[in-house]
Nanobody, 121 residues
């Protein structure tokens, strides 16, 4: 099994920045892609950013130019740098990854518990 632990959430003023981290722990033979999602109260979970095994990022239009996703393969960690934050970015942010936990070529998806980001003055 893989455990994902997010950190870095909190309360920030509009225009401010936060950096989220997501560390993977467990028996891991490889991590393919990482994703960051968010879910605001009353809304469906939405995909915010992804990064492929090769390091290619993709972003939702709503965060393009403000958020940056990155990964550290040695540390089994993904990051989401969030800048120019807006009140509408307020949500619980979740990380997810596709990982191999056995020697077989099988990839499973794992999720973190989420971290709250609140953007308010």
């Amino acid at each position: 099994q893989v455990q994902l632990r997010e950190s870095g959430g909190g309360l920030v003023r509009p225009g401010g920045s936060l950096r989220l981290s997501c560390v993977a722990a467990g028996t891991i033979f490889g991590i393919k892609g990482w994703d960051w999602y968010r879910q605001a109260p009353g809304n469906q979970r939405e995909l915010v950013a992804t990064i492929t095994a090769g390091g290619t990022p993709n972003y939702a239009d709503s965060v393009k130019g403000r958020f940056t996703i990155s990964r550290d393969n040695l540390e089994k960690t993904a990051y989401l740098q969030m800048s120019s934050l807006k009140p509408e970015d307020t949500a619980v942010y979740f990380c997810s990854c596709s990982a191999r936990t056995t020697l077989a070529y099988q990839w499973d998806d794992f999720w973190g518990q989420g971290t709250q980001v609140t953007v308010s003055s």
